[in-house]
Nanobody, 117 residues
Framework: QVQLVESGGGLVQPGGSLRLSCVVS????????MAWYRRAPEKERELVAR???????NYADSVKGRFTISRDNFKNAIYLQMNSLKPEDTAVYYC???????????WGQGTQVTVSS
């Protein structure tokens, strides 16, 4: 069974940094698009950053210039370097991946990021 294992969430002060990691386990396939989503309190889940298998990226306007998504295809892993964090970045962050087998997309369990002022 495909599992997306996340790490790196935590508590940080405004202006601080965190690095999230997500590793796909229990699979022999290479993932295609992977992404980070987040869900803040009282808000809908939103796309934070997305990266293709070959490194093409896009970001939510709210995080451009502050967050960087990257991937390691050998490990089927993605990372999210978050700098200059703001209180509004507080959310549960979810890893997302697409692969060749049904159901073709997968979600991580979510990791809490709290930016406290």
């Amino acid at each position: 069974q495909v599992q997306l294992v996340e790490s790196g969430g935590g508590l940080v002060q405004p202006g601080g940094s965190l690095r999230l990691s997500c590793v796909v386990s229990g699979s022999f396939f290479s993932t295609n698009t992977m992404a980070w989503y987040r869900r803040a309190p009282e808000k809908e889940r939103e796309l934070v950053a997305r990266i293709t298998r070959y490194g093409s990226t896009n970001y939510a306007d709210s995080v451009k210039g502050r967050f960087t998504i990257s991937r390691d295809n050998f490990k089927n892993a993605i990372y999210l370097q978050m700098n200059s964090l703001k209180p509004e970045d507080t959310a549960v962050y979810y890893c997302y991946a697409e692969g060749p087998r049904s159901p073709y997309y997968y979600w991580g369990q979510g990791t809490q990021v709290t930016v406290s002022s």
